[in-house]
């Protein structure tokens, strides 16, 4: 079944559902990954600081709905004509799998394993929660093992925090494959109904707006999923016809204008909409920015086509899966610093309104130097997991799943 059959329409041209050209990718929402993965790390990370304590870092949680729409758009373009039959949905399975699990369960045994330490060192006790207490206990650790974290079962974030939005996509991943197989050219109107009920529902019982996690991630997660897959399915191949034929001083200059201009709106939406309801929206204008620097047609996007960009959309998962840990550990590192020295590195703030230990306590600037600091530290752990653990352990999923 082709992508022209799933949508009733006559074939396109040459493109192909994963570029202009048969193995292509897009770049520019690759390295777009990469910015948002820094910017949710961003959210995380506790100081005194201008840059934390700005609104638009403070919405800067949205950016996780940019990931669900991109996913969607990346993975109907790819699969949505390869699923028809069960040894292809099996494949499918196993490959997302295998693109998913292998970094959490590394970074769930990383952070038992500094439970561990800290029941077995008294001074690492700081003044938190007791070692597997809290947002570390035991039946947590089980319901994360089983990437059930973010389906509901719980009642508080736990162990790797953003781990929540993993569990939501790997299940939103099955759900896609097994909606494809079985409704096959109707698939659409699925997502469709997925889109417009979503919010309804997230609006009607949710009274975190969009910041939702552990409790409704799940209905989060297939809002903006079904977005970037209606968008792959009805938009993707005049994407590709479209990124063939930029070219010209003037066109590049009108689509960098648009870039500009994209790039503004998601920081007012952002910086506006993150502390109320208007967030909802946000799986849309992710969508509309997505649309956008998929054509790659402006000077922005060819920033965002080298190779350090690249590279940090390289490294975006693993700078979301360990970006807690880092973070932790360097509050850890600092408080002990703290008793020892009282050099003022880390304290009680006031973060956005509430009440935090973070960074800056006696100087914002030092606040400031714990961000770059941080940033710094976090891709360079992104660099080692994704090397030693991401990489190659999708490489051996991949050749497991060619044996189905």
């Known amino acids: 079944m082709t992508q022209a059959a799933l949508l009733n329409l006559a074939p396109a041209p040459a493109a192909t559902r994963a570029g202009t050209k048969a193995g292509e990718r897009f770049l520019v929402l690759d390295s777009w990954r990469g910015v948002c993965a820094l910017l949710v790390a961003l959210f995380h990370f506790p100081t005194s600081s201008m840059i934390s ?61 500094f439970e561990m330490l800290r029941l077995l060192l008294p001074q690492l006790h700081g003044t938190g929660a007791a070692p597997f207490t809290g947002g570390f206990d035991v039946k947590s650790l089980v319901t994360n093992l089983f990437l059930l974290q973010g389906m509901g079962l719980e009642d508080h974030l736990s162990w790797n925090a953003p781990s929540w939005s993993i569990s939501a996509e790997f299940f939103t991943y099955l759900m896609f494959a097994g909606v494809v197989f079985v409704a096959g050219r109707r698939a659409w109107i699925w997502f469709v109904a997925a889109a417009l009920t979503a919010p309804l529902f997230l609006l009607a019982f949710s009274n975190r707006h969009m910041d939702v996690s552990f409790d409704f991630g799940f209905i989060r997660c297939l809002y903006g999923f079904s977005l970037g897959a209606l968008l792959a399915w009805f938009h993707h191949d005049s994407i590709a016809e479209a990124r063939q034929s930029l070219a010209g001083g003037r066109a590049r200059m009108a689509w960098t204008l648009a870039e500009v201009m994209m790039i503004a709106v998601i920081g007012l939406f952002v910086s506006l909409a993150g502390s109320n309801d208007a967030g909802i929206a946000a799986p849309f204008v992710f969508a509309l920015a997505l649309f956008l620097f998929a054509h790659e047609g402006g000077l922005v996007s060819a920033l965002l086509r080298s190779r350090p960009m690249l590279a940090l959309g390289a490294f975006s998962y693993s700078i979301y899966m360990v970006h807690i840990f880092v973070q932790a550990r360097m509050i850890n590192v600092a408080g002990l610093v703290e008793r020892k020295l009282g050099l003022g590195l880390v304290g009680d703030i006031t973060l956005r309104g509430e009440a935090a230990t973070g960074f800056g306590a006696a100087s914002p600037w030092f606040g400031f130097a714990a961000i770059l600091a941080m940033l710094v530290a976090v891709v360079v752990a992104s660099w080692v997991s994704w090397r030693f653990v991401e990489m190659p352990a999708l490489a051996w999923f991949r050749r497991l799943a060619k044996r189905i």
Not at 84 to 92: H, L, S, Y
Not at 98 to 103: H, I, N
């Open 53 to 113: 304590q700005s609104a638009f870092v403070g919405g800067s949680y949205l950016f996780v709905d940019f990931f669900f729409v991109l996913s969607g758009f990346v993975i109907a373009s790819s699969y949505a004509d390869r699923l028809n039959e069960p040894d292809e949905v099996a494949r499918f399975a196993l490959v997302r799998f295998g693109r998913v699990y292998p970094l959490h369960l590394v970074m769930l045994l990383a952070f038992a394993a």
